[in-house]
């Protein structure tokens, strides 16, 4: 593939911010089109491939099978080039990620490509999708060799093993791993290290972007930390790093290389955005291990330290979602994002604004009529908090956890307000669909006696 130039960089990189933000907001097709356009025009870019599979993961969560057509594998790549097989493999899995071998292809298209980590993410994945797949493993467990990383290597051949046990080349690269984790621990090195000194410096013209002067070949954080070197006004690598980092779960790493991008962005609301996401990303990650830590240890410190950090997240969270209505007043997801942080904090008449607006949106429609029910109850307009839970059960046509909390919340208000019939009606309803939410079988015995009273 040809060199990627500063502008085809920077293109990617807007389409692959947006495709996260729309995966944020489980808008997964349009994200999947962001990020496939990602992949294919920079193949080599193990994140935009991260992220690739990330959303395709959020959207099928766990439905690995898809009846017959599940079996039917990859297509044939016999006549094509590993940049047909790459574009032909992204493009099947859009429809279907799950498909060992298509991922397995698209795996070894990465290969041919000198495309060595993104080879390993579709190897990992192939085998997330097949653990029993036994070509998912055998690729996986070379690459993974390849980068000294035995023990997962290990693990792949046993895979191998349990579904064919006496597989001749199992037990072989078995043994031949054992012995090369036992030499690589050792470190032999040879060589005088000034006679190295010289030969790095004799050779440093020569050196390409991915390889150091010793022609080893540099791992991703190493390639992008050479760009930025050797350009550092450059703002598409501190980009691209704080992606890596925030997609790899390090937020506090990725929250100092969005800072960076921020300081050399100046108005860029988009990259300002980020930076507050990954800051509560930074705080809630905080929270759960104070959390976790104060079970185990049970100490006042760690208790006030969690508490101090939740305070921080809460504002945070409230940060930002003001942030993104203000710079996207027509998103409705955000809309009811912002409202529902503002109902949990008492602000109703605020909350009631903000679903307003984003009842627009027929995917959400539902939620922010119940929403809006409970904000009018909070408010004592009941009138208008029974009509808006009336048409949220009409609304909402799944029987879901809204479903059945708008049924609840309608019966038991009916109730109050003396509607025995409709209190009745709404109580059954829920029965019907589950006896056992909350005290249903009490709402619908009280409706019923004062109905006949």
Known sequence: MSTITSEQRAKFQKLFEHGNKQMMVASFDYAADMFEECVLGDPGNVIYLKSFFENLKRKFADRKKRGFFGKIGAPSFRTKKPEQIFEASVKTLKSFPWDAPVLVALGKACLEMHNDESARVAFRFAVEADPNDLEANRNLAEVLREDHLYDEALACWARIRKVKPDDPEAIKAMKDIHVEKTIHKGGYESGDSKQ???VAEQMKSATSESEDVMGRKLTYEEQVERRIKKNPGDVANYLEFAQYYYQSGNYEKAEIHFRKVVELSPGATDQLERLLDTQKQRLQNKAVQLKEEFEKAKSAD???EFYKVKEELDAKTLELARFRIQNHPAHSGYRFEYGMLLLQRGMYKE??????????????KGDCLLALGQCFQQIKQYKLAMSHYRE????????NDSKKKALYLVAKLALGLGEYDSAEQYASQ????????????ELLDKATKRGQN
């Open 430 to 441: 829920l029965a019907a669909v589950d006896f056992s939410y909350k005290d249903v079988g």
């Open 392 to 399: 949220a059960v009409e609304a909402i046509t799944e029987n």
């Open 351 to 364: 909350a009631i604004s903000e679903f307003q607006h984003a009842k627009a949106d027929s995917m959400r």
């Open 196 to 198: 190295v000194r010289g």
């Open 302 to 304: 760690i208790r006030d």
